[in-house]
């Protein structure tokens, strides 16, 4: 299935799309999709329901991140080799593990704002992973699909000024307002298939400057998830973000940062796509 929240930020509705693309509301059964919700089998009682919630209207209706607000935005760099090699860093022996602001999340298609004083905001889209359950200390990678949720797009905004050259500080780099788009859906685990086959690809101002593919991670989802528990409890509705290929602006290629004016299409098979307009702070 595909969940998402509509509407103005703050007031956002929880629907449902239907197989045939058709939204139902999903307020019979909840306000809200978050931790509690994903915790309490609410994707279960969304499919049992699904044929009786009714049809909503979202015509032109602002479309929110798919989540409410995490109570962890967890992320991994450098976790695709060629975007390691582009950067000039080394492939990790372990998962490159930093932390971004939960306010950064917003909605897929939400204006980005350039920080002020900033000359390298950067883009990355990244396969965003949503739990379902409590993480803690799995025994093997092969426990982390029972608390997987689902699936969505993340564009992992950075400002590389900021994270590599102000003290080396990656968080710092990373949580700038706005520089999480999230969305448009949460594609379910259980529809997602696998997680290690999907293409991405993002474009500047039409130009393609990503286009990767999940399969050549480093360090694929369900290890992440293992690794990441062996350090820290994740609970039900947090998200962590795995990475971006290479076609970055940092890396050794001539493409510009952002700029305000630009636009920014990301997209990920099976997952949707998000079109962003950049702004000035």
Known sequence: MRLLRVGDPGTEVPVVLDEAGHARDLRPLTSQINGDFLAGGGVARVRDALTGLPELDITGLRIGAPVARPGALVCIGLNYSDHAAETAAEPPSEPVVFMKNTNTVIGPNDTVLVPRASVKTDYEVELAVVLGATARYLESPDDAA??????????????????????????????????????????????????????????????????????????????????????????????????TPAGVALGVNDFEYLRAGDTIEVGIDRLGVQRQWVGQA
């Open 146 to 243: 029972a608390v997987i949720a689902g699936y969505a797009i993340s564009n992992d905004v950075s400002e590389r000024e900021f994270q590599i050259e102000r003290g080396g500080q990656w968080t710092k780099g990373k949580s700038c307002e706005t520089f999480n788009p999230l969305g448009p859906w949460l594609v379910t685990a259980d529809e997602m298939g696998d997680p290690q086959a999907l293409g991405l690809r993002l474009s500047v101002n039409g130009e393609l400057r990503q286009d990767g593919n999940t399969k050549n991670m480093l360090f694929g989802v369900h290890h992440i998830i293992w690794y990441l528990s062996q350090f820290m409890v994740l609970e039900p509705g947090d998200v962590v973000n795995t990475g």
